[in-house]
């Protein structure tokens, strides 16, 4: 609440004095330091006081668009703070013009009513402030008509903005890694920015080959190289989701989604290509249908939600008993129903008895060859799938270039009727829209077996030791690599430890089938493995190794 003045005890400086305050606004940071507005509008109400004959105590300047709360300008409050930390002085609010104070209705009369609060008035060389019946009319249609200027120009601004987008024109701020220049038959363009443009293109392109296994390893790419400082490298991971992975502009693409502008070919050159985009989101859409992670997993408890209860096959959680000097971190079946329900398992055993059945899975030698076997398998089993997809796609596409060639060489006379006409354009649009959703979401199979072979190298290697791989990524990863390992969550006893008689593993998959076929090798292919005899490809490539089909979307 403003301090309560009171008249009668005013007592001003100096005999007489009025003390002018005149407020400047302009519209943007970007017009307060290439414009000369704020140095104007200051002059005029210098001038204006001085014809008046007040004494200008202080100047208070916005850079804020004139819509909102009068709250969220800094000038405006920093004005009202000053006229309470001296109650006693006679003050008058100055304003170039009446648009300055706010160019919203319900913003310029709270201001105001801030200040007749605080019994003072305001003046402007431009309007005059009366407080009749007549001056509120004035005073509400220019505040008025400040307001539909301002959305007005608002709307005028987002038309011209949609169009140059829906012809294929970066109509923002440049993301980074670009930079607006001037073009003389187009406008302000993107260009790349030699700065930052490589980091991006070799984090990007990196993420999409497997040269970067994960989005951390990308982050700590960027903060290494100075591309990002302020942070370190985890905390941004989400920030490189979304402002680098998912944003198409880096593709040379241009889209609105709240303006309805779908993607499309933009004027721009991309710092990677469509492929290395369209890879990365496959990427990130693969991870997210395949992340089994509990978000409650700590350091301390890397197990919780991997191991049940083996007498009711609920899973255990885990939680810390204190004391006053010590922490005994302990798993427990939470079961209400079970017999063993509260009963404490040291965390200590749990991991430890997890320790040493770990490092019982290893790959007999030679073994590994067979996992590679059957990667390349299913590798070229996918890649035959892709082939006779995009084939497909090549057809249709074709046909489309064929039908919209005919429609555009289509002579249309004068006479011809205007629905007609609209007709042949409607189906022009619907053609291009296709042909270019064809051209995207064809699969693209070349270049893609760096990223291939990067997985087949991380998967023997975690088969061949697992505690190694284990002890060295952090808990997350390592939520992860259990289901890799481990088909199903551990049931464990705290007389017996776990039981893994009927839990099936990698490891012991792989080996009973190079004891079964010893004598051929030959993997599951084109025929279906349960024809075969076995579930190699199907059970270990897509259970243990996560491998989704390339052509599901």
Same mark, same amino acid.
């Given at each position: 609440?403003?301090?309560?003045?009171?008249?009668?005890?005013?007592?001003?400086?100096?005999?007489?004095?009025?003390?002018?305050?005149?407020?400047? *606004? =302009?519209?943007?940071?970007?017009?307060?330091?290439?414009?000369?507005?704020?140095?104007?509008?200051?002059?005029?109400?210098?001038?204006? $006081?001085?014809?008046?004959? %007040?004494?200008?105590?202080?100047?208070?300047?916005?850079?804020?668009?004139?819509?909102?709360?009068?709250?969220?300008?800094?000038?405006?409050?920093?004005? +009202?703070? %000053?006229?309470?930390?001296?109650?006693? *002085? @006679?003050?008058?609010?100055?304003? #170039?013009?009446?648009?300055?104070?706010? *160019? #919203?209705?319900?913003?310029?009369?709270?201001?105001?009513?801030?200040?007749?609060?605080?019994?003072?008035?305001?003046?402007?060389?431009?309007? @005059?402030?009366?407080?009749?019946?007549?001056?509120?009319?004035?005073?509400?249609?220019?505040?008025?008509?400040?307001?539909?200027?301002?959305?007005?120009?608002?709307?005028?601004?987002?038309?011209?903005?949609?169009?140059?987008?829906?012809?294929?024109?970066?109509?923002?701020?440049?993301?980074?890694?670009?930079?607006?220049?001037? #073009?003389?038959?187009?406008?302000?363009?993107?260009?790349?920015?030699?700065?930052?443009?490589?980091?991006?293109?070799?984090?990007?392109?990196?993420?999409?080959?497997?040269?970067?296994? !994960?989005?951390?390893?990308?982050?700590?790419? +960027?903060?290494?190289?100075?591309?990002?400082?302020?942070?370190?490298?985890?905390?941004?991971?989400?920030?490189?989701?979304?402002?680098? +992975?998912?944003?198409?502009?880096? $593709?040379?693409?241009?889209?609105?989604?709240?303006?309805?502008?779908?993607?499309?070919?933009? /004027?721009?050159?991309?710092?990677?290509?469509?492929? =290395?985009?369209?890879? @990365?989101?496959?990427?990130?859409?693969?991870?997210?249908?395949?992340?089994? =992670?509990?978000?409650?997993?700590?350091?301390?408890?890397?197990?919780?939600?991997?191991?049940?209860?083996?007498?009711?096959?609920?899973?255990?959680?885990?939680?810390?008993? !204190?004391? !006053?000097?010590?922490?005994?971190?302990?798993?427990?079946?939470?079961?209400?129903?079970?017999?063993?329900?509260?009963?404490?398992?040291?965390?200590?055993?749990?991991?430890?008895?997890?320790?040493?059945?770990?490092?019982?899975?290893?790959?007999?030698?030679?073994?590994?060859?067979?996992?590679?076997?059957?990667?390349?398998?299913?590798?070229?089993?996918?890649?035959? =799938?892709? $082939?006779?997809?995009?084939?497909?796609?090549?057809?249709?596409?074709?046909?489309? *270039?064929?039908?919209?060639?005919? %429609?555009?060489?289509?002579?249309?006379?004068?006479?011809?009727?205007?629905?007609?006409?609209?007709?042949?354009?409607?189906?022009?649009?619907?053609?291009?829209?296709?042909?270019?959703?064809?051209?995207?979401?064809?699969?693209?199979?070349?270049?893609?077996?760096?990223?291939?072979?990067?997985?087949?190298?991380?998967?023997?290697?975690?088969?061949?030791?697992?505690?190694?791989?284990?002890?060295?990524?952090?808990?997350?990863?390592?939520?992860?690599?259990?289901?890799?390992?481990?088909?199903?969550?551990?049931?464990?006893?705290?007389?017996?430890? %776990?039981?893994?008689?009927?839990?099936?593993?990698?490891?012991?998959?792989?080996?009973? /089938?190079?004891?079964? @076929?010893?004598? #051929?090798?030959?993997?599951?292919?084109?025929?279906?493995?349960?024809?075969?005899?076995?579930?190699?490809?199907?059970?270990?490539?897509?259970?243990?190794?996560?491998?989704?089909?390339?052509?599901?979307?």
């Amino acid at each position: 609440m403003p301090r309560k003045r009171k008249l009668k005890k005013k007592a001003v400086s100096r005999e007489g004095v009025t003390y002018a305050l005149a407020y400047c *606004r =302009v519209s943007s940071d970007k017009q307060k330091h290439e414009g000369n507005g704020l140095e104007t509008q200051e002059q005029r109400c210098r001038a204006y $006081a001085s014809g008046k004959g %007040y004494e200008v105590a202080e100047v208070f300047k916005d850079a804020a668009s004139g819509g909102g709360a009068f709250t969220t300008r800094a000038g405006q409050v920093a004005l +009202l703070k %000053y006229i309470d930390t001296f109650p006693h *002085r @006679n003050f008058v609010v100055i304003v #170039d013009d009446i648009s300055r104070m706010a *160019r #919203d209705v319900a913003a310029h009369f709270a201001f105001k009513q801030e200040l007749v609060t605080r019994e003072v008035s305001i003046e402007s060389p431009n309007f @005059n402030f009366e407080d009749t019946a007549e001056g509120e009319v004035i005073e509400n249609v220019m505040a008025a008509f400040s307001q539909y200027h301002r959305k007005s120009n608002a709307r005028q601004v987002v038309q011209k903005q949609k169009a140059r987008v829906e012809m294929g024109f970066w109509a923002f701020r440049a993301p980074k890694g670009y930079k607006m220049v001037k #073009d003389p038959m187009h406008g302000k363009v993107l260009v790349h920015d030699e700065e930052f443009a490589p980091f991006i293109k070799h984090a990007l392109e990196g993420f999409a080959s497997g040269v970067f296994p !994960r989005i951390i390893d990308c982050c700590r790419y +960027l903060c290494e190289q100075g591309y990002w400082v302020k942070q370190s490298p985890e905390k941004y991971i989400d920030k490189f989701k979304t402002d680098l +992975l998912m944003n198409s502009v880096y $593709a040379g693409f241009v889209e609105h989604e709240g303006w309805e502008v779908e993607r499309r070919e933009g /004027f721009h050159e991309g710092i990677i290509s469509k492929e =290395v985009f369209f890879n @990365n989101q496959k990427r990130l859409e693969s991870e997210s249908l395949g992340k089994r =992670v509990r978000v409650d997993v700590s350091e301390s408890f890397p197990l919780r939600g991997l191991v049940v209860c083996e007498h009711c096959n609920k899973p255990m959680t885990a939680a810390n008993s !204190r004391s !006053r000097k010590n922490i005994y971190p302990y798993y427990f079946c939470q079961n209400k129903s079970c017999q063993k329900n509260r009963k404490n398992i040291p965390a200590k055993t749990l991991h430890g008895d997890f320790i040493k059945l770990l490092k019982k899975q290893k790959l007999k030698g030679g073994v590994d060859l067979v996992v590679s076997d059957v990667f390349d398998a299913v590798w070229k089993e996918e890649l035959s =799938v892709v $082939a006779k997809g995009n084939k497909g796609t090549d057809e249709r596409i074709k046909e489309v *270039r064929k039908k919209m060639n005919q %429609y555009a060489n289509s002579n249309l006379s004068d006479d011809t009727p205007e629905s007609m006409k609209q007709f042949y354009r409607d189906e022009l649009v619907e053609l291009a829209e296709e042909y270019s959703q064809l051209k995207n979401r064809k699969h693209i199979i070349e270049d893609i077996d760096i990223p291939y072979r990067t997985a087949l190298d991380k998967s023997t290697k975690l088969l061949k030791s697992p505690y190694d791989i284990w002890v060295s990524v952090d808990v997350h990863e390592k939520q992860r690599m259990f289901f890799f390992v481990f088909d199903k969550k551990l049931p464990y006893s705290k007389e017996t430890g %776990y039981r893994t008689e009927e839990i099936l593993c990698a490891t012991r998959l792989f080996e009973e /089938f190079v004891s079964t @076929n010893s004598h #051929d090798v030959e993997m599951a292919g084109v025929e279906p493995a349960s024809e075969l005899g076995c579930d190699c490809e199907s059970t270990a490539c897509r259970t243990f190794f996560g491998l989704k089909s390339l052509t599901q979307e």
